[in-house]
């Protein structure tokens, strides 16, 4: 994994608070030094090195300045009161584990510093995150389908599933791959796609395409056809070289005796599986560095960030004059676009992987004879009820806090059924008012079953994804020797689950792990294994506290929502940073903390709100700028 996730929320937000304390003023061998000395050298020395740490090593800044990977993931340690362990006999106060975080912040985060530059020099580190020309997702190039050819060809059906990559979303270019097998399945899906919005030459109109007429040749009225379309397809302008390649198609199929539209579409055809349509190409200019993107690329970058679909001709419009490059109307195309009902594409595909839901139905089934109720229909449900919830939030610019704990949330029938919600009659999905238990992502039945083994809860599970999903927190793989819990809560031993897996973290390589994960998995216990509301467990009441290592203590779902609001810094960090690798393709640098800094500001600034967070992107130096190596 790549170094700078273990950075987190954690250590970006003490980079905020570190220059309002003047942390800059804090020196290594002054002030960190000595803590270190006094509370972490005993067990991390070039004897003992626990951890496979040597702390002793660090006598100067110069020396800690070389190890960055290191001090961050102490920072992390010390802000989650795992370091030192709970049976040291010495621990710092709380101003001393701040001094450490200040000077971390303010050293190790330092690419912030260059926040605000544009870089020309080619040997500058400065948002030197490459963004490939990557193609388009399954996702998108349906989205694209539709709104080119206006049909809903679900064409998407046909083609390979996308992988992950980056920040562990499927826009990432690096794990958008391309193979003999893709190209197959490229050509399948243009010829259904053609073949439900290209009936006739009546279909043209629908196509905002020309028509024949008898004062207009037909070879006249194909190439308007053709460049048109292949304009629209390509994004951008299409130079008469290139309309003459495809027009030399139509005049082809024209001379074997083919129909005006069928001729026309064999050139269509060509521009579907072009890598000029399948790719979202960024120009390259002729010269190393950091450079600004052209109005088209910039509108299809916003497009399929917020749209997850080509621009419309309002941006094309925009493009086309170059008003792409003034700011004040880039966040009122975010406004706009952010109203259009397409935006719920940003709902479906952003929140389904940051949330890690996308198995669910799939890989992810209770087992049917345990949860017979669980069916393909009820786990649409639960992926529509998570998709509606976090669209409202985006469109209707709610405070993104509601993601943790709501008053509403969307269901149907089905799902009404499953939480005991009265009055609910129907497929379709309806906005309900829910109990301070329900509200909020992780009481969804989508989390709640994804967070599950098939024949019954796992607090871990349910824990461990609380502190990568809401907090950014790195959880690291199990020991490899470290044996399984059993599958089935029902034992013959009769004991609680809870009870079992407190046994299992006497086990000393799994208690470290396991005090942060457990304890909030356990908040979580009085849902079962599809996201039902319960108060026992067999025959055993539930136990839904938890105790932090921190010694914060809560109880039920309801205090545990309430101990995550008052971690919004950490957060909304995270909610960032995953925002804005899904924007930009890519995996994160450390200079892209300039991004998540102005973001921070901006949330302080409204109430939390998603446009806010969302316009904080799009107008960021690595959203709107390119770094080429030609």
């Not at 980079?15 to 804090?26: K, M, P, Q, V, Y």
Request: glycine letters at 6%; charged letters at 25%; one cysteine or more.
């Amino acid at each position: 994994m790549n170094r700078w996730h273990t950075i987190s929320a954690l250590i970006g937000l003490a980079a905020l608070s570190a220059r309002a304390r003047g942390a800059d003023a804090t020196t290594f061998e002054k002030d960190v030094r000595p803590l270190v000395k006094t509370y972490c050298v005993e067990c991390h020395n070039a004897n003992k090195k626990k951890g496979d740490l040597d702390l002793a090593q660090f006598d100067t800044s110069d020396k800690a300045l070389k190890e960055e990977v290191v001090w961050e993931g102490i920072a992390e340690k010390l802000r989650a009161h795992e370091m030192p362990p709970k049976r040291s006999t010495k621990k710092p106060d709380d101003p001393q584990r701040q001094v450490i975080l200040d000077w971390v912040a303010a050293h190790i985060t330092s690419g912030e510093r260059d926040c605000g530059k544009i870089a020309t020099d080619k040997n500058t580190r400065y948002y030197r995150g490459y963004v490939m020309s990557r193609r388009l997702t399954r996702a998108e190039y349906a989205n694209t389908i539709r709104d080119l050819l206006g049909v809903e060809a679900h064409v998407e059906q046909l083609l390979p599933a996308d992988g992950g990559g980056g920040e562990g979303f499927d826009t990432d270019g690096d794990a958008l791959f391309t193979s003999a097998i893709s190209i197959e399945k490229y050509l399948q899906a243009a010829d259904m796609a053609l073949n439900a919005a290209l009936i006739d030459d009546s279909s043209l109109a629908r196509l905002r395409l020309p028509t024949p007429t008898a004062a207009t040749p037909n070879d006249i009225t194909a190439r308007k056809c053709i460049a048109l379309f292949a304009a629209r397809a390509y994004r951008r302008p299409i130079a008469d070289a290139e309309v003459d390649k495809l027009v030399s198609l139509y005049e082809k199929a024209n001379a074997r005796g083919d129909s005006f539209s069928a001729s026309l579409k064999l050139a269509f055809k060509a521009v579907l599986i072009s890598p000029n349509f399948l790719f979202l190409a960024e120009p390259i200019p002729t010269t190393d560095g950091v450079y600004a993107l052209d109005d088209y690329p910039l509108a299809s970058r916003l497009s399929y960030f917020l749209w997850s679909s080509m621009p419309d001709e309002e941006l094309f419009t925009l493009a086309r004059h170059g008003k792409l490059q003034d700011e004040q109307v880039l966040r009122q195309q975010v406004q706009r676009m952010l109203l259009d009902p397409k935006s719920k594409s940003l709902a479906q595909n952003f929140s389904i992987q940051w949330l890690g839901v996308g198995s669910l139905g799939g890989g992810i089934r209770p087992d049917p004879h345990r949860f017979p109720q669980f069916d393909d229909d009820l786990a649409a449900a639960e992926r529509d009820e998570l998709v509606c919830f976090v669209d409202s939030i985006i469109r209707e610019d709610r405070s993104l806090l509601d993601l943790i704990d709501a008053n509403y949330t969307f269901v149907n029938e089905p799902l009404a059924k499953l939480y005991g919600i009265p009055n609910v009659s129907g497929d379709a999905m309806r906005r309900v008012s829910v109990s301070a238990e329900r509200g909020g992502v992780m009481s969804m039945a989508a989390v709640l079953t994804t967070t599950s083994y098939p024949l019954r809860t796992s607090p871990v599970l349910r824990g461990k994804w609380v502190m990568e999903s809401i907090l950014g927190e790195r959880v690291p793989p199990p020991p490899p020797s470290v044996p399984s819990l059993p599958q089935d809560d029902r034992q013959p031993d009769g004991l609680s689950f809870r009870a079992r897996l407190e046994e299992h973290r006497k086990n000393p390589e799994c208690a470290g792990c396991h005090s942060r994960m457990d304890p909030l998995g356990f908040g979580l216990e009085n849902f079962d294994a599809i996201g039902r509301w319960r108060t026992r467990d067999g025959s055993n009441p539930i136990d839904s506290s938890g105790v932090l290592p921190s010694g914060e203590k809560f109880n039920g779902p309801s205090q545990l929502k309430a101990l995550l609001l008052a971690r919004r810094d950490a957060f909304l960090h995270h909610l960032g940073r995953k925002m804005l690798g899904y924007a930009l393709g890519r995996e994160l640098n450390r200079f892209d903390q300039c991004v998540l800094t102005d973001m921070n500001d901006a949330l302080k600034g409204s109430d939390d709100r998603p446009q806010a967070m969302i316009e904080t992107i799009v107008l960021s130096k690595p959203f709107r700028y390119r770094y080429s190596t030609r």
